[in-house]
C-alpha cells in the first residue's frame, strides 16, 4: 500500500514504518489543541497580509478554509490520520487539500516549533480559568459548611493528638485559605505565560517582515517574547503549571485524609452522603469512602506528572528538541485529574454533614483547656515556663483520678497554683475557651465570623 507523502518530508526517503510512526505521533493527544492552532493560523495569515506576503483574498481563502475545518473537527467529522504526526501538520495538510495551493503558503515565516509554544499558552490560558473557576466553586462549599457550623466547637489535633478546641469553622476555613493561594498561583502563572512565541519560528527567527505584535495582539498576548531560541524551548510555564496542580493536589490529599479519618467508627464526625461512597462485595455493613481515597490517590498522578516534566526539561540541550513532544502528555493529564478531583471535592463537601451530637459529647477528653488555663495562670502574674509547668502537673493530678480539670474543686487548685481563682472556671472547658481566643486569625467564634464576612465580600468580586 503506498504511503502517505508527507508535505513536509520531501527531503526524506520514504516513510516512517507504521510502528515508527505511531511512536513520533502526537496528534492522538494532541488534537484537543485544535481550536488554539486554527486561531493561531487566522492570526498568523492574518498578520501575513498586513505584511504583503500574501494578498487579502489568499487571506481570506485561508481563514474560511480554516474555519471549515475547526467546524468539521468540533463536529466530530474530521478524519484524523496519525500519519500528519500532530494537530499542525493535520489542519494544514486539510487546508491544502480543501484550498489547494494557496493553503501552502499559511506556514510562511513561521515553524512547528513557534506554533506548538503558542498553542499550548493559549490552551493553558484557558485551561487555568476553567480550574480557577472551579477552585471558586469549592471554597463557596466550605463556606457555606463554615455558615452552618459557627458554633459547633470542636476539638483541633496536632500530631493527630487533641490539641486545643476551635470552631468547626475555623476548621473549614482553614481550607478556603489553601485553596485561595492555589487561585492566585495559578493566576501568577497566567500572567507569566502571556507572552508570544510566535514569529520566532525554529529557533532564529525569520528574514521575512513577519510582525510579532501583530499576532501577538490578535490572540490577547500582552508581550512578545525577546529571544527566538528561548521562545522555542521554554516549557517552565507548563512545569509551574504542573507544580500548581500539584500543590491543589495536595491541599485534596489533606482534605480527604482528615474526612477519611474523620468518617471511620471511631471518630464518627463526619458523614459523608451514601453517593459518594461505595460498599464492600463482601461485608455487607460497609460504607467506604473510596471517592475521598481516590482524592488521595491521583496526587500521585499529578505528581507523577511534575516529576515527568521537570525531567524531560533536565540536561535538554538549547533549542527545541522532540522530547519537549511529550509536554503535553504530563500536562494534560495533570490538568485532567486535577478537574476532576477538585469537581468530585466539591460534590462531596456539598454532600457532608459533621455530626456536633458526637463531636459534643467528646469535647472534655483530652485536656483541650490545658493551655488556656495556663494563659490564664499568665494573667495572674505568673511566668508562662511556670504555668506551663503547674498546669502540667494539675493534669497528671487529674489523670490519676480520672477527672477533667473542670472538675478540680478551688481548693485542689490553690494546692498546685495559690494564685488560682474562683474567675478560672470561666476560662475552662472547651466551649469557654473558644470564646476567649482573642488573636486575629484565631479559631475562634469571633474570628470565624469574620473570615466569613471577608470571604462573602472577596468571592463576590469574582
Ligand atoms: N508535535 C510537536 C510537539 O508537540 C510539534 C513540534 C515539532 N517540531 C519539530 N521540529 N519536529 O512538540
Known amino acids: 500500500m503506498a504511503k502517505k507523502q508527507r508535505i513536509w518530508e520531501k527531503r526524506l526517503k520514504g516513510s516512517p514504518p507504521e510502528m515508527a510512526m505511531n511512536f513520533v505521533q502526537s496528534l492522538s493527544f494532541d488534537k484537543r489543541l485544535y481550536k488554539y492552532d486554527i486561531a493561531g493560523s487566522i492570526a498568523h495569515s492574518q498578520m501575513l497580509a498586513e505584511q504583503k506576503l500574501i494578498s487579502n483574498a489568499q487571506f481570506r481563502q485561508i481563514k474560511s478554509g480554516l474555519l471549515q475545518i475547526e467546524r468539521q473537527i468540533s463536529d466530530g467529522k474530521f478524519k484524523f490520520d496519525k500519519a500528519?504526526?500532530?494537530?499542525?501538520?493535520?489542519?494544514?495538510?486539510?487546508?491544502?487539500?480543501k484550498i489547494g495551493v494557496v493553503g501552502r503558503k499559511l506556514h510562511t515565516g513561521r515553524s512547528r516549533n513557534d506554533q506548538v509554544a503558542a498553542d499550548l499558552r493559549l490552551w493553558m490560558r484557558d485551561e487555568i480559568e476553567i480550574i480557577q473557576t472551579k477552585i471558586t466553586l469549592l471554597q463557596q462549599a466550605f463556606i457555606e459548611m463554615a455558615q452552618k457550623y459557627q458554633d459547633v466547637v470542636c476539638p483541633a489535633y496536632t500530631h493527630m493528638q487533641r490539641a486545643q478546641p476551635i470552631i468547626l469553622a475555623a476548621y473549614l476555613l482553614s481550607f478556603v485559605e489553601q485553596f485561595e493561594r492555589d487561585f492566585i498561583r495559578l493566576?501568577?502563572?497566567?500572567?507569566?505565560?502571556?507572552?508570544?512565541?510566535?514569529?520566532?519560528?525554529?529557533?532564529?527567527?525569520?528574514?521575512?517582515?513577519?510582525?510579532?505584535?501583530?499576532?501577538?495582539?490578535?490572540?490577547?498576548?500582552?508581550?512578545?517574547?525577546?529571544n527566538s531560541i528561548d521562545a522555542t524551548s521554554d516549557r517552565d510555564f507548563c512545569a509551574e503549571f504542573i507544580f500548581d496542580c500539584a500543590l491543589i493536589a495536595a491541599h485534596l490529599s489533606r482534605l480527604a485524609e482528615d474526612w477519611i479519618i474523620f468518617s471511620s467508627s471511631e471518630f464518627n464526625f463526619v458523614h459523608i452522603d451514601d453517593k459518594y461512597c461505595t460498599s464492600s462485595s463482601m461485608m455487607p455493613q460497609k460504607r467506604n469512602p473510596d471517592m475521598l481515597e481516590l482524592i488521595r490517590a491521583k496526587t500521585g498522578t499529578v505528581y507523577g506528572s511534575l516529576v515527568g516534566m521537570l525531567t524531560i526539561l533536565k540536561g535538554l540541550p538549547s533549542g527545541y528538541n522532540r522530547d519537549?513532544?511529550?509536554?503535553?502528555?504530563?500536562?494534560?493529564?495533570?490538568?485532567?485529574t486535577i478537574e476532576a478531583s477538585v469537581d468530585m471535592a466539591c460534590a462531596i463537601a456539598a454532600n457532608t454533614g459533621f455530626n456536633a451530637d458526637k463531636i459534643k459529647a467528646g469535647l472534655d477528653e483530652g485536656f483541650l483547656d490545658a493551655t488556656a488555663l495556663a494563659e490564664y495562670l499568665v494573667l495572674k502574674n505568673i511566668a508562662f515556663r511556670q504555668a506551663h509547668g503547674i498546669v502540667g502537673r494539675l493534669v497528671s493530678s487529674c489523670e490519676k483520678q480520672g477527672k477533667?480539670?473542670?472538675?478540680?474543686?478551688?481548693?485542689?487548685?490553690?494546692?498546685?497554683?495559690?494564685?488560682?481563682?474562683?474567675?478560672?472556671?470561666?476560662?475552662?472547658?472547651?466551649?469557654?475557651?473558644?470564646?476567649?481566643?482573642?488573636?486575629?486569625?484565631?479559631?475562634?467564634?469571633?474570628?470565624?465570623?469574620?473570615?466569613?464576612?471577608f470571604w462573602k465580600k472577596q468571592l463576590s468580586k469574582r
Do not use: W
Not at 500532530?86 to 487539500?97: C, F, R
Not at 519560528?201 to 498576548?221: C, D, H, Q, V, W
Not at 519537549?324 to 485532567?336: P, S, W, Y
Open 84 to 97: 500528519d504526526e500532530d494537530i499542525h501538520m493535520a489542519v494544514e495538510a486539510a487546508l491544502i487539500k
Open 187 to 226: 493566576g501568577n502563572c497566567s500572567g507569566l505565560l502571556d507572552v508570544s512565541p510566535l514569529g520566532s519560528g525554529a529557533i532564529a527567527g525569520s528574514t521575512l517582515p513577519i510582525s510579532r505584535t501583530s499576532t501577538a495582539e490578535k490572540l490577547g498576548f500582552h508581550q512578545v517574547s525577546r
Open 324 to 336: 519537549l513532544q511529550e509536554d503535553k502528555v504530563h500536562v494534560f493529564t495533570a490538568a485532567d
Open 404 to 453: 477533667k480539670l473542670v472538675q478540680l474543686n478551688l481548693a485542689e487548685f490553690k494546692k498546685y497554683c495559690p494564685a488560682i481563682e474562683r474567675d478560672v472556671y470561666k476560662f475552662l472547658g472547651a466551649e469557654n475557651v473558644v470564646k476567649r481566643y482573642a488573636t486575629s486569625g484565631a479559631a475562634g467564634v469571633k474570628q470565624a465570623g469574620e473570615q466569613i464576612a
